[in-house]
């Protein structure tokens, strides 16, 4: 049976028996958790025939929306290298509507080169986040832990003492926006799993 959260099953359909982005939850399932699983082979991974729908929706989308593939690639691909290789491309595509979302981004005064080129990277820490924890079952992370991956990660310091005043806003727009782009990356892959246990049922 299919995985029915869109983004196991996206991780599944792109497996390719790398899962060093899956770690635990992969271990999970084969130690008997809730959700079972295929590792036979399959069309450009070694997912089962039931992940093929969502495999093709995947390519669709890297022809038809390169943007949300790449997010739905940086949260959701079981190989970390492959993973990375949209990371730029999510970014951007993150930090266009964190910009839409700040008023007064424009505003050299209130927004300097030195704090937009943080946000650039907080972008990078928020999908890391979120890359590693694709099951959304682990605690978000503090704003110290946030500026040691920063500073451990990407050479750049943050001074998170006053996290509320400071970098609060700028991080609740980075969040927002890869909520909204992760939902839209995973709208259609629900879709098709959804046409693929219907097919399972009537097959039944």
Not at 26 to 42: C, I, P
Not at 116 to 136: S, T, Y
Request: hydrophobic share 40%.
């Amino acid at each position: 049976m299919i995985i029915t959260d869109p983004k196991l099953a996206w991780a599944m359909a792109m497996d390719s028996g790398v899962r060093s982005q899956l770690g635990p939850i992969m271990e999970d399932l084969e130690s008997g958790g809730r959700v079972q699983y295929s590792t036979r082979g399959g069309a450009g991974a070694s997912h089962g025939a039931e992940y093929t729908p969502i495999y093709s929706r995947i390519r669709h989308m890297e022809r038809e929306a390169p943007a949300l593939a790449a997010v739905g690639h940086v949260l959701c691909h079981p190989c970390t290298e492959q993973a990375n290789g949209h990371l730029d491309e999510a970014v951007a595509a993150v930090q266009a509507r964190v910009i839409a979302l700040i008023p007064n981004w424009s505003d050299g005064k209130a927004w300097r080169t030195a704090k937009k080129e943080r946000v650039h990277w907080l972008i990078h820490v928020a999908l890391m986040e979120r890359q590693r924890n694709l099951a959304n079952d682990q605690p978000a992370w503090r704003p110290e832990r946030i500026g040691e991956m920063m500073r451990e990660w990407y050479g750049m310091s943050i001074v998170t003492r006053d996290w509320a005043r400071d970098w609060l806003p700028a991080w609740s727009a980075i969040q927002a926006s890869i909520d909204y782009l992760e939902s839209e990356a995973m709208e259609p892959i629900s879709d098709t799993i959804g046409e693929v246990v219907r097919k399972f049922r009537c097959a039944a």
